[in-house]
């Protein structure tokens, strides 16, 4: 599409002044007004509180909960969510979610992605929103589920007043209660959003180059850690990308989800219900795949043993043979129906028979690890 021959198409010129106006505030005027004047704790306040609510909005609401529909919840926190994150200025709801559903459905395609990492790194972090790109068109019938929220097709009606009043508004009058309206719109309003845009961006350019691909190799996203701490867990890209109706990102308890941990804490207190789950057994399968890739490629160099290329193929057999087990033990689930759930033996005895196969691709993974590192080149 992005060939160096062809014309690019004309700048978005709204979008362009937008970015430029916004980063010069929050990068240049803010840091000057704040080493010459000072902020006020206030606008430091204010900042803060603005920008975890609007990022976790954006990573709940526009994300996990609207474009991917992960959880359920009731009205009041669909509200607050529309609101906060409506402060991040990313576009409403609906908007955000029909291109979010592309990236993910043609994601790396450099003809439908509307931000693939493939037309280069700059065009995933913002320039797919400077220029009118075929590709970042809109298409509304990606989201006929979200026309039927009132609280979505409210925001989207009202968005721009809203935008105004929120990044503006709200910042100026808070400073004007606090004696500081200066400082705060630069603060609370240009530095805040200026930064957590760059964050959020990130998702798009950095999550898709830098970092893990432990459960699929079937795309550029990556699991990085450090993206996931300024993007209040969406750093686990690529699982997310492998297992996007899950509400979490980053899985195990150590990884820094506060995304996963907020729609856990609102199910907890009734406002989010339904909340979907991957199957344990279907993630440790993903990621053994992953590694059968990796040694594959590595035993096919022609100075790979053949006592190793053995132990391979017998390991790769016991695998097949373990997912083929628990696919069996699925369809034998649905077929005892409500009696599997309802039935305290029926339960116990499905529960055991799962730990086991996930029990046998635990050890695997770890027999397989073994393997890795036993083909890395020893030092001579
Ligand atoms: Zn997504
Ligand atoms: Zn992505």
Redesign the pocket.
């Known amino acids: 599409m992005k060939t160096m021959t062809e014309p690019k198409p004309p700048l978005v010129v709204s979008n362009v002044i937008f970015f430029v106006t916004v980063n010069l505030l929050g990068f240049v005027a803010a840091p000057l007004y704040g080493l010459m004047v000072g902020f006020s704790g206030w606008a430091w306040l204010a900042a803060a509180v603005i920008w975890i609510a609007s990022g976790l909005s954006i990573t709940v609401g526009y994300h996990r909960l609207w474009s991917h529909r992960t959880f359920r919840a009731a009205w009041p926190l669909r509200l607050a969510l529309a609101v906060f994150g409506t402060f991040s200025l990313q576009n409403s709801i609906l908007i955000w979610a029909a291109r979010h559903r592309v ?2 459905r043609h ?1 790396d395609d450099v003809d439908r992605d509307p931000h693939s990492i493939k037309s280069g790194f700059w065009h995933a972090h913002m320039g797919w929103m400077t220029r009118h790109w075929k590709t970042s068109e809109v298409n509304f019938d990606e989201v006929p589920d979200l026309q039927k929220d009132p609280i979505v097709m409210w925001q989207h009606k009202l968005y721009w007043p809203a935008v105004w009043t929120l990044n503006l508004g709200v910042p100026a009058g808070l400073g004007w209660l606090a004696g500081d309206v200066l400082g705060m719109i630069l603060l609370a309003g240009a530095f805040r959003l200026a930064f957590s845009q760059q964050c959020t961006f990130f ?2 350019s950095l ?2 180059t830098w970092g893990r691909r432990g459960h699929s190799l079937d795309n550029t ?1 990556r699991d990085n850690g450090w993206i996931a701490l300024v993007t209040w867990g969406e750093g686990y ?1 690529n699982f ?2 492998a297992f996007q109706a899950d509400y979490r990102n980053g899985l195990s308890w150590w990884h820094f989800d506060p995304g996963k941990w907020l729609v856990a804490a609102c199910n907890w207190v009734g406002l989010a219900r339904e909340l979907k789950r991957t199957a344990k057994f279907k993630v440790q399968r993903a990621r053994l795949q992953v590694r059968f890739l990796e040694l594959e490629r590595r035993l096919a160099s022609p100075d790979a043993l053949t006592t190793w290329r053995e132990v391979f193929e017998r390991e790769y057999q016991q695998f097949r043979e373990t997912v083929n087990q628990w696919q069996a033990v699925q369809a034998e689930r649905v077929q005892a129906g409500a009696d599997a759930v309802r039935d305290r033996w029926h339960k116990i005895e499905f529960r055991t028979r799962y730990k086991e196969l996930e029990y046998r691709l635990k050890m695997q993974g770890r027999r397989l690890a073994a393997l890795q590192r036993n083909l890395q080149p020893q030092p001579a």
């Open positions: 990236h993910h994601v998702i798009n999550a898709h996203a890209h997310h990308h």
